[in-house]
């Protein structure tokens, strides 16, 4: 028995050793410093040092602002507290560590669902799983919100295995709901996914009126971190907005609808968010950049180069350029309205799902064109091994709804419920960026998982 201890032990903790050494290595290699990374950063330094949640103006205090919730600003003000101002390497090795507690917190909920085996296979899957642990190199919400994914079902697990009341399962569930929520607002789904699956097993239940109302309880308490929030937007904007817009703009600003509008009718691939939809309001874009099928013909073609060269005068979007890519957006449309609102959304999402994840390397946005061939092999061996990862989730959730769910739909159909609304939300999306994806690794590291479940096999306690 001590033997075998010893070898379950070593089997644990090497995945977690050689996990830990991979997030350093893309530290070292890999670290992404700038972009969103630092509006966050400068929203926390702000708040620390100003009390003002907002970005530094020259000369003169902060200017608040409401683009970005405050979840993440107050992750790293927490760092920069204790580490330092700034020290983003620091908030990275953090990354780190949380980055491989949800690698242990998946791999118990596939313990409890299907055996120690499981357990083991998800560890391994999720601690040398590339994709995740390339962003813990990029101080982003994405760790966190991996992290809020895989407490928010292990939670859901337990409670159901409980007396389905207001027990620290519940509390746990709340908080990974809560913050979730606090990091990005469509991670508002997570909580319909869960909250919906812990009513259904509550109106399942004989006396289900005693216990709705712990959901109920839940439910309140995750919104009310919010509520702070909408009454500081309230009382320095004046507007009501509970979450942050969509738009990603503070009042007065210009809302760029007309070139967003363009942009979804023709773009797909991530390449060209980094080239056109980036570059707006801000850099030159180039009309080579623009692929030929976003042109229905020659004269369409001439009119957006004629756009472009009036908008690269200041790379500043105003009120009459963008009202210019909203008329040849329209024209576009009414030309081919099933090519907008049904082909390029799945396009895109397709592209967000399997295309290689290599935003965060040193490797050509068009790795197809193979004009550094080592880089295409590399890209296209990661778009398989990305590949791999969907593939066994399929075959495990097929495999999961054959064992019939081992007693457990209402956790299945959660998982489930919370990818396909992320992808109906994600069809709504203009621009294409892989990491949208990203989410739906816990969940696919557990179906996987089912793959190396063994018949009858004792559940592990966790």
Request: hydrophobic letters at 50%; proline letters at 5%; charged letters at 15%.
């Amino acid at each position: 028995m001590t033997r075998r201890r010893i070898q379950l032990g070593l089997w644990v903790a090497l995945p977690l050793v050689l996990g830990l050494a991979l997030r350093l290595w893309f530290i070292a290699h890999f670290a992404r410093i700038d972009g969103d990374t630092l509006l966050y950063g400068d929203i926390a330094k702000n708040w620390l040092e100003h009390g003002v949640y907002g970005f530094t103006r020259t000369g003169i205090a902060p200017r608040p602002t409401l683009i970005r919730l405050p979840g993440y600003p107050l992750f790293l003000a927490a760092c920069f507290r204790v580490f330092g101002m700034e020290h983003y390497t620091a908030v990275m090795v953090v990354q780190s560590v949380i980055d491989l507690f949800t690698c242990l917190v998946v791999s118990a909920l596939a313990g409890r669902l299907f055996g120690r085996r499981a357990a083991v296979v998800a560890l391994w899957l999720a601690a040398l799983c590339p994709f995740t642990a390339n962003y813990v190199a990029a101080p982003l919400t994405e760790t966190l919100s991996l992290a809020c994914i895989a407490v928010a079902f292990y939670g859901l697990e337990r409670w159901r295995t409980t007396a389905l009341g207001l027990n620290r399962w519940l509390w746990a569930i709340t908080f990974a709901l809560a913050y979730a929520v606090l990091l990005r607002p469509e991670q508002g789904l997570l909580a319909a996914a869960v909250l919906g699956a812990m009513l259904w097993i509550c109106l399942r239940g004989r006396d289900w009126t005693r216990s709705v109302w712990p959901v109920a309880v839940a439910a309140v308490c995750m919104v009310l971190p919010l509520a702070p929030w909408a009454v500081r937007n309230w009382r320095t904007f004046h507007v009501i907005q509970p979450l942050a817009p969509r738009s990603a703009t503070d009042q007065g600003e210009l809302d760029p609808l007309g070139f967003q509008r363009w942009y979804g009718t023709w773009a797909i691939d991530f390449a060209s968010t980094e080239d056109v939809y980036w570059n707006y309001d801000g850099a030159e874009i180039d009309i080579s950049d623009v692929p030929s099928r976003a042109f229905d013909s020659e004269e369409q073609y001439e009119q957006t180069n004629a756009l472009l060269n009036d908008y690269n005068q200041t790379d500043n979007a105003t009120a009459t350029i963008d009202a210019r890519f909203e008329k040849i957006a329209e024209q576009r449309i009414q030309d081919d309205p099933v090519r907008y609102y049904v082909a390029l959304p799945v396009a895109r999402l397709g592209n967000m799902m399997f295309r290689p994840r290599t935003e965060m390397m040193p490797i050509p946005l068009y790795w197809w064109h193979w004009d550094h061939p080592e880089k295409s092999w590399f890209a296209a061996g990661y778009a398989g091994l990305n590949l791999l990862y969907f593939l066994l989730a399929g075959v495990g959730f097929w495999l999961w709804r054959m064992r019939g769910w081992d007693g457990n739909p209402a956790l299945a159909w959660s998982m489930m419920g919370f990818v396909l609304l992320r992808c109906a939300v994600l069809l709504t999306l203009d621009n294409s960026e892989p990491r949208y994806t990203l989410e739906f690794f816990p969940v696919m590291v557990v179906w996987a998982a089912v793959i190396a479940a063994r018949p009858n096999e004792a559940l592990v306690e966790s």
